[in-house]
């Protein structure tokens, strides 16, 4: 009996011990998951009202920082030399367009050379080959002609005649202007006519325009002893285009002008040439643009008083007209002097404008 008391006291403890064993199991079971529900929430994505902060950044080598600085700089220094290559390039292009539409292509219109005639004498100092205008002295003959609805182009009278005498050695300008009325000898025609019909005579012969410049330059060489080296013809459209060309002249006119004979005085032909090569051209307005315009001295061989009375006007049958003109008789003991020291002639007696 007593036995079976401590068999059943055992029990009851085995028992007893086993309910604490039982019972102690779920909390170690809870211990035990508590570290991986925190390793789940720690590896568990953030919702959406949580703010995902970037990884800290990791430390550069100083090394490493001033390459990174220097990369951009060349970028940088790349980059401005192309915008800088394509601003030059684009200006370069522009202005090789405007030159060649502006510039060139009506140069190369207006360029004409005229031969020297047989008859004509032969220049004293060679024009050199290079088209250099520095250097040198030239006399430049300049026409002017009314090339309107008056008369049939090229029969047309030179209204203007002018020597321009350019000393780019002393940095000189003198232009020496001969009134159209002069009544002197016209070589190769023969005769006495005024000094404008000489082109209008030449181009008579067989309609052509370098006759008359030929006879026009061979009138002034003969008559009054000056080489001429470049010509240049201007129309009165010519002229008109010339100044459009070079921007325009404003003129205040505060009458109203009325041609009822000729309205339509200055055509539509445009005409301008010139021997003076592209070259030469461009070289003598550089010459012009730095010389002083004040400084151009003008001297018209026409009436004055005194020493400076360089021709009589009178009025004369004209043969070629059929009819009595105005006209101007040269005074060469004036005239002679004047072409000797412009011109740098001496004492030579090369007025022979009665032929």
């Given at each position: ?265 200055t055509g539509s032909s445009g005409y301008i040439y010139t021997d003076m090569s592209e070259q030469e051209l461009l070289g003598f307005a550089l010459f012009g643009r730095t010389f002083p315009g004040n400084q ?60």
């Open positions: 009996m007593d036995y079976e008391q401590e068999t059943n006291t055992s029990d009851a403890g085995a028992s007893s011990s086993s309910s604490i064993d039982t019972s102690s199991s779920p909390e170690s079971g809870v211990a035990a998951e508590q570290p991986q529900e925190r390793d789940a929430q720690a590896v568990e994505p953030p919702t959406s009202g949580t703010a995902l902060l970037p990884p800290p950044a990791l430390p550069q080598s100083p090394q490493k920082t001033k390459c990174n600085k220097r990369r951009r700089l060349v970028r940088t220094v790349i980059i401005v030399v192309l915008v800088l290559l394509v601003l030059c390039g684009g200006a370069a292009a522009y202005s090789y367009y405007y030159f060649e539409a502006n510039i060139q292509k009506p140069l190369s219109t207006m360029i004409h050379p005229v031969q020297r005639a047989k008859e004509e004498p032969q220049l004293a100092t060679p024009i050199p080959t290079d088209s250099a205008v520095s250097g040198r002295v030239w006399n430049i003959l300049l026409l002017g002609s009314d090339n309107d609805q008056k008369f049939n182009f090229p029969d047309v009278l030179t209204q203007v005649l002018m020597v321009v005498h350019i000393d780019t050695i002393h940095d000189t300008v003198t232009m020496l202007s001969i009134p159209r009325d002069s009544w002197v000898s016209v070589p190769e025609v023969g005769g006495m006519h005024k000094i404008d019909q000489a082109f209008l005579l030449g181009t008579e012969q067989h309609n052509s325009f370098d006759n008359g410049v030929q006879l026009a330059r061979l009138t002034v060489e003969k008559d009054y002893g000056i080489s001429i080296d470049r010509y240049a013809w201007v129309g009165l459209s010519g002229f008109v285009k010339a100044i459009d060309t070079l921007g325009g002249v404003n003129i205040d006119v505060t009458h109203p002008i009325v041609d009822d004979t000729y309205p339509e005085d151009i001295k003008h001297i018209t061989l026409g009436p004055g008083s005194g020493n400076q009375d360089y021709g009589d006007e009178t009025t004369i049958y004209d043969p070629a007209a059929g009819a009595e003109q105005d006209a101007i008789i040269p005074r060469c003991q004036n005239i002679q002097p004047v072409i000797n020291h412009l011109f740098g002639l001496g004492n030579a007696q090369s007025c022979h404008v009665n032929g």
